[in-house]
């Protein structure tokens, strides 16, 4: 951003972008975005949470986990059968 000279400042004079717009507006827009929630700390998440997150939702993942189950119990019953 440019500041813009306008000739000799009298004292309390507010600072003007380039473009002629007050800075006001660039605080008014930087106050709406916090107060309506676009602004969101960042939060970091380990790669071992986000892996575990991942195995319990996935449904595809349950369905596998449950046919290996279902196969793990029919393992003694063959054996038993020999």
């Known amino acids: 951003m440019r500041w813009m000279a306008s000739g ?17 507006l660039l605080v008014f827009v930087s106050i709406a975005q916090v107060l309506s929630g676009a602004w969101r700390p960042a939060h970091a998440e ?3 949470s986000a892996l575990a ?6 449904p595809d993942i349950n369905q596998t986990r449950a ?3 279902a196969r793990d119990e029919d393992a003694p019953r063959a054996r038993a059968g020999l």
């Open 8 to 24: 000799p400042r009298s004292k309390g004079a507010r600072p003007r972008l380039a473009s002629g717009r007050p800075v006001v």
């Open 46 to 48: 380990t790669l071992l």
């Open 53 to 58: 997150r991942a195995y319990e939702g996935n």
């Open 67 to 69: 046919s290996v189950r």
